[in-house]
């Protein structure tokens, strides 16, 4: 592939003979420059994000039977805007943001996205060295992110 490349940059290689692989570089150029997106987890999530310093996290998952997680536990901020995406045209959308605590974790807020609608909410009074994680209940499809508001 980097021989072909190679070879189109220097004007030796038959276009027509390696439109599939043009195709494919192309592709893989198209996803690449895409924006991360996670896809949500089946975990209570252990690893960090810190919105006020890594900034905006994207979130996306489908499930019919499993609730899902964020796959990060988000700290730094003492209030958070959430924005979510429910594809679904048959259910409403149950996301809760909780509170990650040492024995049993707390709710802090509860949405309920409308069937292919979206919401968009801001929660405040968080604790900036707490730690939070969304929780999105079955049956899922979403997509969406949390940010520093």
Partial sequence: MIRMIDGILQGGVDLKRHRRALLTLTCMLVILS????AYAGLDVP????NLATQG????????????LYSNYLFTGVSS????????????NLTVKLIRDDPVFDTTVSTVYVPKNGSSTWT???LSTSNKYYLKFYAPSNFSGYIKKP
């Fill in 34 to 37: 895409l924006p991360a997106t």
């Fill in 46 to 49: 252990s690893s960090v994000w």
């Fill in 56 to 67: 905006q996290y994207n979130f996306s998952g489908v499930a019919e039977i499993s609730d």
């Fill in 80 to 91: 958070a805007k959430i924005y979510c995406q429910n594809k679904r045209t048959d259910k």
């Fill in 123 to 125: 929660v405040t009074g």
